[in-house]
């Protein structure tokens, strides 16, 4: 769930609220109850997590056949691509 930076009109305050993509912005300040806006800010963007798979060409790890079984590519032998160690 995104979270969402608002000011107020009226005193100023800044605050953030944790609220669905799909919910409408909030119109009232926690504060005074004076009228608020949503701010348009960077964010913080996104991490990838996970098992490794689909990450080529790292350095230092070489082929990822002899830890896994398999390719960076699926495959059960080295396909000739740089991360299995052939041409680039």
Avoid: H
């Avoid at 608002?6 to 926690?30: H, K, M």
């Avoid at 390719?71 to 059960?76: E, L, P, Q, S, Y």
């Amino acid at each position: 769930m995104p979270t969402y930076e608002y000011a107020c009109q009226s005193c100023g305050l800044n605050f953030e609220r944790r609220q669905s993509i799909t919910d409408p912005p909030l119109a009232e300040c926690p504060g005074c109850g004076g009228e608020v806006r949503r701010l348009i800010s960077g964010g913080a963007g996104f991490v990838l997590k996970g098992s490794g798979r689909g990450q080529r060409g790292r350095a230092g790890q070489g082929c990822s056949l002899e830890r896994e079984g398999r390719t960076c590519c699926g495959r059960g032998e080295r396909c000739g691509k740089s991360p299995c160690g052939g041409g680039s």
